[in-house]
């Protein structure tokens, strides 16, 4: 009878043995259906492949091509190029854009707003009628000129609103500027010509790597 009781136990164990090696160990599996055990796999991590930097010659190609037709400048002293529409060097009353480009580096935009005229207006402000919408200009800083004539001019680092406004005036039909001082305003009419160079300028700056959303 004892035997036997232990045999019964004996037997009990062993299956027991049997059932736990049979099933799957539920820490070690992912999805299990039907016995089967399917480990989950694991996202490949994806590296955006890295733009290969321009050899000097190349980007010397890159630039010449982008900016023909400007007028080039080079800084001796801090090794960096200007790149200006013509326009800008005439001296006329408008609103001009140019480029500035550092070598393996971003280039940066440059925006002037210039007054030319006899008489002294000692601008704090412009502002654009573009069609239908009027905007503001305020500077911080105005260079004041007298030769034989007044040149008020402010060149400063345009804002991503102030490239969509030079976008704006690109695309109107009629934009004109107006230089406010305190007692004194003068009205310049902004040409197709000047807006020819605004567009010419701002695609030679993007052509450059340059964003006008930044």
């Known amino acids: 009878m004892t035997n036997s009781i232990l045999k019964l136990i004996g037997l009990f164990i062993a299956l027991g043995l049997i059932i736990s090696y049979c099933l799957p160990d539920q820490k070690n599996s992912g999805n299990t ?10 996202p490949e991590s994806k590296t955006e492949p890295q733009q290969p930097r321009l ?12 900016t023909k037709g400007l ?4 800084d001796k002293v801090k090794g960096n190029d200007w790149y200006e529409p013509k326009g800008l060097k005439s001296l006329r009353s408008g609103i001009y854009a140019y480029i500035g ?10 925006l002037v707003l210039r007054y030319h005229g006899s008489t002294w207006v000692f601008a704090n402000k412009v502002l654009i009628r573009a069609d ?13 000129d007298s030769y034989t004539t007044v040149i008020e001019e402010a060149d400063m680092s345009p804002t991503t609103d102030e490239i969509s406004i030079l976008q704006k005036i690109i695309a109107s039909k009629e934009t004109i500027l107006r230089f406010e001082g305190a007692s004194r305003v003068q009205d310049i009419t902004v040409s197709a010509n000047m807006k020819h160079e605004l567009q010419f300028v701002l695609v030679a700056f993007t052509k450059l790597g340059g964003s006008l959303e930044h």
């Open 71 to 74: 007028v080039v400048n080079h």
């Open 33 to 42: 259906t039907a016995g089967v055990t399917t480990v989950a796999k694991q």
């Open 101 to 110: 480009k550092e070598p393996g580096h971003k280039p940066w935009l440059r």
């Open 132 to 144: 239908d919408a009027l905007y503001t200009f305020t500077p911080k800083k105005w260079d004041h």
């Open 55 to 66: 050899s000097a010659a190349d980007e010397a190609r890159q630039v010449k091509e982008a």
